[in-house]
Nanobody, 123 residues
């Protein structure tokens, strides 16, 4: 089964740091763009950061200079280092990836989501 599993969320005080991890597993042939998204209570899901297989990154303005996205292609891992956290960063964070993988016995390209990990920043 092809899946993404996030870890590293938790409760932290404002100004603190957390590091999220996302592990991709299953019969994956290739992972293209990977990204982190978040959904805060009562708000729409938004893109936080993304990274291509070659390492090109893109950030939401709200997290620029505070968050750093990275990936380890050999281990099929995605990371998000979050520094100087603010209460408004409180949300469920989701890992996302465009993969080429075997699903139902067929090699195909599709988009994959993790189950999410809660990040809570107290003031």
């Amino acid at each position: 089964q092809v899946q993404l599993v996030e870890s590293g969320g938790g409760l932290v005080q404002a100004g603190g740091s957390l590091r999220l991890s996302c592990a991709a597993s299953g019969s994956i042939f290739k992972i293209n763009v990977m990204g982190w998204y978040r959904r805060a209570p009562g708000k729409q899901r938004e893109m936080v950061a993304s990274i291509t297989s070659g390492g090109t990154t893109n950030y939401a303005d709200s997290v620029q200079d505070r968050f750093t996205i990275s990936r380890d292609n050999a281990k099929s891992m995605l990371y998000l280092q979050m520094n100087s956290l603010k209460p408004e960063d409180t949300a469920v964070y989701y890992c996302n990836a465009d993969v080429v993988a075997v699903r139902s016995g067929t090699l195909s390209a599709f988009n994959l989501w993790g189950q999410g990990t809660q990040v809570t920043v107290s003031s």
